[in-house]
C-alpha cells in the first residue's frame, strides 16, 4: 500500500510509568555518654535539658483533576497529514485510506489483533484450507446487512472480488496477480480478468469468442456485474460454474480458487481489497467499467457492513478535509454479547468518529493541548513541544500520550528515480545520487530531545530488517555518502547520457558539448510536515553539492492515480511501500521491483524494468524451499543495488500522540481500528505540601510523585 514520507500511519501503545513515592521518618534519639567514678566527692549536677522543636509539614492544598473528552460521544482524529486518495475500497490504495476502510467496511476473515500472523472469523464464520493451499472455502455470517438494507450472502462475494479484479486498479492488480487472475494475460491483453469466468461466460452463453478474446469478456463481465441480478439463471449458473477464480456453492458458502499454492492467502484477503460491497448500490451508482474506477463511490464511499458508516465528506479525492463516521446501528455485531466476538469484529464504543486531513503542524499540537482532538501526530523532533504544550505534563510522563508501537508494518521509504526518464535513465546517474545524500543526517531527524532516541533505522532496501533472513542475504553494504564517488559517477554518466553541470567551484563535469543538466523535479504530496521537510532540504543540497539541481514539485494523491505509465511518472518520486500482508517477497519485493507494479498499479514508481528481477519477484514466493529462495534474493539484491533504482530512506518506528484516557488502541498489520476504542475518564488526586513535596494519587489508588 502507498504511503507519503512519514503520513498516515505513524503510532503506537503507552505505558505509564509510575513512581512509587516511599515517605520515610526518621525519628531522632538522645545519646548520653556516663562516666564512672569510683569514689565521687560531690553529687554529679543534672544534665541540661534542649528542647527541639520538630518542623510541622502541612497540606498547602487539595486538587482533584478529571481527565476525560469534551464529549464523550465524539473521537477528533487530527494526526493524519495528507488526504486519502479515494473512498471506494477497489481504488483507495494509499494508507491514510485504511482507517476508514477498517470500520465501514469488511472482509471474510480480519487480522486477530495485533498478531497479523493470524486471522479469525469476520464475514465468514469458518473456513477450510485444501493440503495444497489453492482452495478455500468459506461458510458465511448470516444475518449480515449492508447499511443501506441489502442483505450480505455469498453472491456478494463473488460480485466483490470480481468487480475489484476486473475495475484494474492499483489495489485488485496489485494484490490478485498470479493468485486470481493471470499476469500473463494481464501483460498481453490490458485486462485483469478473474481465471476460469472466460469460460464459464462460454459455458453459460455457448458463444466461444469469450475464450479467445480478453476484451469481449471483460466487457462481458462488467455487464454481467453493472446489472447483477441473482435471480437470473444465467447468472446464477455463471456464479456456480466450478473451474474459476471463485464458486457460489451456496447460499452462504464460497469456494476461493487459486492459480498457485499460497499459504498466505488468508493474509491477503484481511485488508480492503478483500472487502465487500453491495451490488445493488454500486449498480445504481454508476456500475462497473473494466479498467476504470467508479467516481461515485471514490467520492462518497459505499453502504458497508461495517461498525461505522460515512456520515459526511469534506472535499474531493486527494484533497478532502474531514470526513465523520457514524456508529452502524444496525450492525450484526450489536446482538452479541460483550466480549464474544474478536477484538477487531466489536461494535463501535463512540458514537462519531471526526477525521481531519491535512492539519498544520501547529493546529495539531494546540487541538492536543486542548483537549479538542484525542489523537494527533508531530514529528519526532517535535514531540517535545506537545508535550510541553499538554497541560498535564507535570502529572504524567511523556509515555502516557507517546503510543509507540515499533517497527511494524515492516516496508520502505523511498525517493524514486523513473527509469525511462532523462537523466535517471542512465545508471550511473542514479549511482551519483544514492552516493551523494548524507544517510546519517536524514536519520538524525528522526532524533527526539524529549525520549533522547532516534526513531527510526537505516536499511539497504528493497526488504527490510524486520524480515531476516529476507533482508540483504549477501550483506551487501549500505551506499557509502561519498561525494567523490558521486562526481564520478555524475562525470561518467554526463558523457554517457550527453549533458553537463556545473560544480559549486565552478568545475564543469560532463559533455560540455551536451544539453546543461536541469532541475531535477521531486514529487511530493503535501502537506509535508517539519521531518519531510527537512528530509527534502538534506537531500536537495547535497544533490547541489555534486551540481544536480533539483526543484519540488507538490502533487496530490489524485494525481498519483494517473500515473499509469512511466511518460505521466514524475522523474523523482518522494514515497513509500507498506506490504499489503506480510510476505516480504510477494508483498515487498514484487511491488517495488517488477514491471507490472508501475506506477499507480503498485508501488514501482521507479518503472525499474529488469527481466532477471521480473522473473524472480513473481516466481519466489511460490517457491516452497528456503534456501532456493534465499539464493534467488540474492540475485535480486545485486541487481538492484548496482542498478540504483531508489534513494532508500530511513525506516521509522509508528507512534501516535493519544489523550490518556482513549484506551484500546489496537495497532495491527494495516493501522489502527476506530471500533476498539472506548473512553475511561482518570482522575488525579494532587496533594500538595507546605515543604514542596506533591504526592498524585490515581483514581485506581496507585501513588506517584512528581
Known amino acids: 500500500m502507498l504511503r507519503q514520507g512519514l503520513n498516515g500511519g505513524l503510532s503506537r501503545a503507552a505505558l505509564i510509568t509510575l513512581i512509587v513515592v516511599i515517605i520515610v521518618v526518621i525519628a531522632l534519639g538522645a545519646y548520653f555518654a556516663v562516666t564512672y567514678h569510683p569514689k565521687p566527692t560531690a553529687p554529679s549536677p543534672p544534665p541540661t535539658t534542649t528542647n527541639v522543636t520538630k518542623p510541622t509539614v502541612t497540606v498547602v492544598s487539595n486538587q482533584t483533576i478529571t481527565l476525560a473528552p469534551p464529549n464523550p460521544n465524539e473521537l477528533v482524529d487530527i494526526s493524519v497529514t495528507i488526504s486519502p486518495d479515494y473512498l471506494d475500497p477497489a ?64 453472491t456478494v462475494v463473488w460480485f466483490s472480488f470480481y468487480r475489484t479484479i476486473i475495475m484494474g486498479q492499483g489495489p485488485g492488480v496489485s494484490n490478485y496477480p498470479k493468485l486470481l487472475f493471470s499476469y500473463t494475460k494481464y501483460l498481453e491483453t490490458g485486462y485483469a480478468i478473474p481465471w476460469g469466468v472466460c469460460h464459464a ?14 476484451t469481449l469478456c471483460a466487457y462481458a463481465l462488467a455487464n454481467v456485474l453493472s446489472n447483477f441480478n441473482v435471480n437470473n439463471a444465467t447468472i446464477q449458473k455463471l456464479m456456480t460454474y466450478p473451474n474459476q477464480a471463485v464458486v457460489v456453492l451456496g447460499p452462504y458458502e464460497v469456494e476461493i480458487n487459486l492459480i498457485h499454492p499460497y499459504m498466505y492467502f488468508l493474509l491477503d484477503i484481511s485488508n480492503a481489497w478483500g472487502a465487500v460491497v453491495p451490488p445493488a448500490y454500486v449498480d445504481a451508482h454508476g456500475g ?13 464511499g459505499a453502504p458497508g457492513t461495517g461498525p461505522y458508516e460515512i456520515e459526511s465528506v469534506s472535499g474531493t479525492p486527494g484533497e478532502f478535509t474531514e470526513i465523520v ?56 523532533p517535535f514531540l517535545d513541544q506537545i508535550y510541553t504544550a499538554w497541560p498535564y505534563n507535570k502529572y504524567l510522563p511523556p509515555q502516557s500520550i507517546i503510543r509507540l ?75 557509502s555518502y561519498d561525494p567523490n564517488l558521486a562526481i564520478e559517477y555524475l562525470n561518467k554518466s554526463g558523457w554517457e547520457c550527453n549533458f553537463y553541470t556545473v560544480l559549486p567551484n565552478g568545475t564543469t563535469i560532463g559533455n560540455p558539448n551536451g544539453q546543461k543538466l536541469p532541475a531535477i523535479p521531486i514529487a511530493v504530496i503535501p502537506p ?77 514508481e521507479a518503472w525499474f524494468n529488469n527481466t532477471v528481477v521480473n522473473n524472480l519477484t513473481l516466481t519466489m514466493p511460490f517457491v516452497t524451499n ?33 489523550q490518556p484516557y482513549v484506551k484500546g488502541v489496537v495497532w495491527t498489520w494495516d493501522e489502527y481500528f476506530y471500533n476498539t476504542m472506548y473512553y475511561q475518564p482518570i482522575t488525579l488526586y494532587v496533594i500538595t505540601y507546605s515543604n514542596g513535596t506533591q504526592v498524585i494519587q490515581y483514581s485506581n489508588g496507585t501513588i506517584a510523585n512528581t
Open 528 to 604: 509535508i510536515t517539519p521531518l519531510v521537510e527537512e528530509q527534502l532540504e538534506i537531500i536537495t543540497q547535497d544533490l547541489s553539492q555534486i551540481g544536480i539541481p533539483t526543484s519540488i514539485e507538490y502533487v496530490t494523491t489524485a494525481e498519483s492515480g494517473t500515473w499509469y505509465n512511466p511518460q505521466i511518472t514524475p522523474t523523482m518520486v518522494d514515497l513509500g511501500w507498506y506490504p499489503d500482508w506480510p510476505d516480504p517477497l510477494f508483498q515487498l519485493l514484487f511491488p517495488v521491483l517488477n514491471v507490472i507494479e508501475g506506477g499507480v498499479y503498485g508501488a514501482n
Open 201 to 214: 461466460l462460454t459455458n453459460v452463453t455457448g458463444n466461444p469468442a469469450y475464450i479467445s478474446n480478453a
Open 325 to 380: 463516521l457514524k456508529a452502524n446501528p444496525n450492525y450484526w455485531g450489536n446482538s452479541y454479547p460483550s466480549g464474544s466476538l474478536p477484538v477487531l469484529d466489536q461494535p463501535a464504543h463512540i458514537q462519531i468518529i471526526d477525521i481531519k486531513y491535512t492539519m498544520s503542524h501547529t493546529d495539531r499540537v494546540e487541538l492536543f493541548a486542548s483537549n479538542e482532538a484525542q489523537i494527533s501526530y508531530v514529528s519526532p
Open 405 to 479: 508501537l515499533g517497527y511494524q508494518p515492516a516496508g520502505v521509504l523511498f525517493i524514486s528515480m523513473n527509469v525511462y526518464e532523462w537523466p535517471t535513465n542512465c545508471t550511473d546517474f542514479r549511482l551519483a545520487v544514492v552516493h551523494a545524500v548524507n544517510y546519517t543526517a536524514l536519520l538524525y531527524t528522526y532524533y527526539s530531545p524529549l525520549l533522547n532516541t532516534t526513531l527510526a533505522e537505516l536499511y539497504l532496501g528493497p526488504s527490510n530488517p524486520a524480515y531476516i533472513p529476507f533482508y540483504n542475504p549477501d550483506n551487501l553494504p549500505m551506499y
Open 626 to 658: 528456503e534456501t532456493e529462495q534465499l539464493q534467488m534474493l540474492a540475485e535480486v539484491y545485486n541487481i538492484t543495488y548496482w542498478q540504483a533504482p531508489y534513494i532508500w530512506l530511513p525506516w521509522p518506528i509508528n507512534y501516535l500522540i493519544v
Open 288 to 300: 462497473v467499467q473494466p479498467n476504470t474506477p467508479n467516481s461515485y463511490l471514490d467520492q462518497y
Open 91 to 154: 481504488t483507495g490504495f494509499y494508507e491514510v485510506d485504511t482507517p476508514i476502510f477498517d470500520v465501514v467496511y469488511q472482509e471474510l476473515v480480519i487480522w486477530n489483533g495485533s498478531d497479523y500472523m493470524h486471522v479469525v472469523p469476520m464475514l465468514a464464520t469458518n473456513w477450510t484450507i485444501s493440503p495444497d493451499y489453492k482452495h478455500y472455502i468459506f461458510t458465511l455470517r448470516q444475518g449480515v446487512y449492508f447499511t443501506d438494507g441489502e442483505p450480505f450472502n455469498a
